[in-house]
């Protein structure tokens, strides 16, 4: 099994490295990265609406497939727009309102979506506000957060996701090597009971060092030639706040998974469980990776 999680392992790192590099080079930005995003969406959203059923929550299925679509590309559309009035030409520096814009609107179309949709086949009463909670937290749980993932890739180029990437997979790497050889005190054992305080102090510690790789040797070549870096410290925080977002989402979705009493989101992937055990550290921390960009920590 380790062997053929290796093999796998590198065989999707080195299909993602391949389209990021073409996406880099591509007239219109994050157009390679598009239909991957869709494709994951997809995939993490049945399996999240899977888990739901264990827990006897089911909210309209269909909506939330096309609300969570909709926000993961709605800041495409923003580059669709605005590539149309320039005579189809990308000029950085597209104003972050208008992707702000572009999402809260597609959250609100969402969310009446689903909310039609739980109208629309409302027969008697009970449940309906659960499943209404349920296919909103869905929403917020996929399509916000890889919102945030998208507006990486299309505010500050490649190298900005390649950043949140690479410290989130370096943390999650540190917490597995660290944990197991010398993790004594566990971190949430009702929860995980893998995980240790050792662990988390190693995601951290590999955390910052992925963000000192990432802004050394990958920012420079993939950002465009008016970036200008952050302070010197600019490296660190990103490494320990993103570090520390992607533990709390490895957790997150342990619990979800602990709450229904399964190990893994599915079997999609052998020896890596579901698209949402890859994604788990990824969610929570894209949000705080966006900050850092957009604040100037990291730079401008």
């Known amino acids: 099994m380790l062997r053929w999680r290796l093999l796998l392992g590198t065989l999707l790192i080195a299909v993602l490295v391949g389209l990021c590099w073409i996406d880099h080079h591509a007239a219109t930005p994050g157009i390679w990265l598009l239909p991957v995003v869709v494709v994951v969406v997809v995939l993490a959203t049945k399996e999240l609406l899977d888990l739901a059923a264990l827990a006897q929550l089911r909210p309209l299925r269909w909506t939330i497939y096309v609300g969570n679509i909709l926000l993961a590309t709605s800041s495409w559309l923003v580059i669709f727009m605005f590539s149309w009035f320039k005579g189809w030409s990308w000029t950085w520096g597209l104003p972050i309102s208008s992707w702000e814009m572009a999402t809260l609107s597609a959250f609100g179309v969402a969310v009446l979506l689903v909310f039609f949709g739980e109208m629309f086949r409302y027969r008697k009463p009970g449940g309906n506000i659960a499943n209404l909670a349920c296919g909103i937290f869905a929403l917020v749980y996929l399509g916000i957060t890889l919102c945030f993932a998208v507006q990486l890739r299309l505010g500050w180029g490649i190298g900005a996701l390649a950043t949140w990437v690479i410290v989130v997979k370096m943390g999650d790497t540190g917490a597995y090597t660290v944990g197991r050889l010398i993790g004594r005190h566990k971190m949430a054992p009702s929860i995980s009971p893998g995980k240790t305080i050792e662990g988390a102090f190693g995601a951290l510690a590999f955390a910052c060092l992925g963000a000192w790789l990432a802004f050394v040797f990958v920012v420079p070549f993939t950002t465009p030639l008016l970036w200008e870096p952050g302070p010197w410290w600019g490296w660190i925080a ?24 399964r190990k893994d989101s599915s079997d999609w992937l052998p020896g890596f469980g579901g698209v949402l055990d890859i994604l788990d550290s990824l969610l929570l921390s894209a949000p705080v990776a966006w900050f850092c960009w957009a604040s100037g920590m990291v730079g401008r």
């Open 238 to 261: 990103f490494g320990l706040l993103v570090g520390a977002a992607g533990i709390l989402g490895d957790l997150a979705e342990s619990l979800l998974k602990r709450d229904v009493g």
